[in-house]
Nanobody
Framework: QVQFVESGGGLVHPGGSLRLSCAAS???????MHWFRQAPGKEREFVAA????????DYADSVKGRFTISRDNAKNTVYLQMDSLKPEDTAVYYC?????????WGQGTQVTVSS
C-alpha cells in the first residue's frame, strides 16, 4: 500500500514557475513514477515519468522543455519543476505509481495559471 501527498500547487501568472512535490508513505524507490494532470472537463493526461534511478525521463509533448521531473529516493519524494507556465497548464496535478498492476494516486494539487 502506497499513499501520496502532493503539494506545491497554487496560482501563478503566465510565464511563472512552480515546483510540485509528491511525498510517498510507502516504498517507491524501485518503481517508475509518473505525474498526470486533469483540467476541468477533460480526461486525465500523462505529463511526465521518471525511471527508478532517475536517469531516464519522459515528457508529454505539451510540456517538453518547460517541465522537469526528478526524484529523491532517500526521501521517497518525486518532484515536478514547472517553468514558463501557460494558462493551458491549469489543472489538478497527480502523482502515480503502478505496483503489481495496481495504480496508486495522490489526492492532487491544483495549479492555476492566470493573469
Amino acid at each position: 500500500q502506497v499513499q501520496f501527498v502532493e503539494s506545491g500547487g497554487g496560482l501563478v501568472h503566465p510565464g511563472g514557475s512552480l515546483r510540485l512535490s509528491c511525498a510517498a508513505s510507502g516504498w517507491i524507490a524501485t518503481y517508475v513514477m509518473h505525474w498526470f494532470r486533469q483540467a476541468p472537463g477533460k480526461e486525465r493526461e500523462f505529463v511526465a515519468a521518471i525511471s527508478w534511478h532517475g536517469g531516464n525521463a519522459d515528457y508529454a509533448d505539451s510540456v517538453k522543455g518547460r517541465f522537469t521531473i526528478s526524484r529523491d529516493n532517500a526521501k521517497n519524494t518525486v518532484y515536478l519543476q514547472m517553468d514558463s507556465l501557460k494558462p493551458e497548464d491549469t489543472a489538478v496535478y497527480y502523482c502515480n505509481v503502478v505496483i503489481l498492476y495496481n495504480a496508486y494516486w495522490g489526492q492532487g494539487t491544483q495549479v492555476t495559471v492566470s493573469s
